[in-house]
């Protein structure tokens, strides 16, 4: 398809009880779905259960956020193909991971000796390997 509707519903961090926001992005995502979403993007889910439990009750498919801080240790991608988690979308991965990076190099760069240990390391990607990444 050319336009890809990916209905998100936030409702699972909007209630104060988490049985109250899952309950509520059940409902919501069935409702996208039915009014023509192509995927219901629950957002803020946190665990393996909940997202069994997302899968089982939402009919159709579904979109989940993982790598983010309040998740990162609980999700695997293989764990979410298995449970039949239609899209992953990985939103702070690469930015958490890179800003770890910066913090590193820099680190290593303020050493004596920092800058070769940083090329030594491999923590630098080769400049042409840059460059196609860039075009792409």
Known sequence: PQLLINARTDALRAFADRSDGLR?????????????????????????????TLVR?????????AGMPY????????????LGVARVSLPMLAITATTQALKSVMAYAAEPGGLARVADE???CPLPETMAVARR
Not at 33 to 46: K, N, S, T
Not at 74 to 82: A, W, Y
């Open 57 to 65: 009750e939402i009919g159709g498919p579904i979109s989940i956020a």
């Open 71 to 82: 998740n990162l240790r609980e999700l695997s991608i293989e764990d979410l193909k298995s």
């Open 24 to 52: 509520e992005a059940i409902s919501r995502a069935n409702q996208y779905l039915q009014a023509g979403g192509d995927l219901a993007f629950i957002c803020y889910a946190e665990s393996l259960p909940e997202i069994e």
């Open 122 to 124: 491999g923590l630098c």
